[in-house]
């Protein structure tokens, strides 16, 4: 019995070692009832705003161990218009390319050991989104939106060109 008393007690403190030496991302929404275009149903919403949370969770992941990013969402227009879909389904988006191009507003701080790398505020906009090669998802209905935030990432955090 003092054996796995013993053993579990080591993988725990593994884990914390290697908690502690990962990168992470928090991503938080400020006044996420006031951003500019998301669905209209609270579900959908939640939906959009978990799912854009997990792709900086993902690309954070490429973040030198022991550095964390902080970013606070102030505002999102996803590309295209919503229209409401009156057969109880989910709502119609529609991309014309137009001035309907996605706008995500934060601010963000890279920090290690307690000391700010970088910080900021960034608008990410992309005016051409239907025009550009996308390596998301045709399926992925943020491909846009992830791709202007994985070429802000690289070029922003992780200081790659191009």
Same mark, same amino acid.
């Given at each position: 019995?003092?054996?796995?008393?013993?053993?579990? +007690?080591? +993988?725990?403190? =593994?884990?914390?070692?290697?908690?502690?030496? @990962?990168?992470?991302?928090?991503?938080?929404?400020?006044?996420?009832?006031?951003? +500019?275009?998301?669905?209209? $149903?609270?579900?959908?919403?939640?939906?959009?705003?978990?799912? /854009? $949370?997990?792709?900086?969770?993902? =690309?954070?992941?490429? /973040?030198?161990?022991?550095?964390?990013?902080?970013?606070?969402?102030?505002?999102?227009?996803?590309?295209?218009?919503?229209?409401?879909?009156?057969?109880? +389904?989910?709502?119609?988006?529609? =991309?014309?390319?137009? $001035?309907?191009?996605?706008?995500?507003?934060?601010?963000?701080?890279?920090?290690?050991?307690?000391?700010? /790398?970088? @910080?900021?505020?960034?608008?990410?906009?992309?005016?051409?989104?239907?025009?550009?090669?996308?390596?998301?998802?045709?399926?992925?209905?943020?491909?846009?939106?992830?791709?202007?935030?994985?070429?802000?990432?690289?070029?922003?955090? =992780?200081?790659?060109?191009?």
């Amino acid at each position: 019995m003092k054996s796995v008393i013993g053993k579990v +007690a080591l +993988a725990g403190l =593994l884990a914390l070692g290697a908690g502690a030496a @990962s990168a992470g991302v928090t991503v938080n929404y400020v006044d996420s009832d006031k951003f +500019a275009d998301l669905p209209f $149903a609270p579900w959908e919403r939640k939906e959009v705003l978990d799912d /854009l $949370a997990a792709y900086f969770a993902q =690309l954070g992941k490429s /973040l030198p161990a022991g550095q964390d990013l902080v970013v606070e969402v102030t505002d999102i227009d996803l590309a295209g218009r919503e229209y409401p879909n009156s057969r109880g +389904a989910r709502d119609l988006r529609v =991309l014309k390319g137009g $001035a309907d191009w996605p706008i995500i507003e934060l601010r963000y701080t890279l920090s290690a050991n307690g000391q700010v /790398l970088s @910080s900021g505020n960034a608008k990410l906009t992309d005016m051409n989104y239907l025009n550009r090669i996308n390596r998301v998802s045709d399926g992925d209905r943020l491909r846009y939106e992830k791709r202007m935030v994985e070429d802000w990432f690289n070029k922003t955090i =992780l200081q790659k060109r191009s």
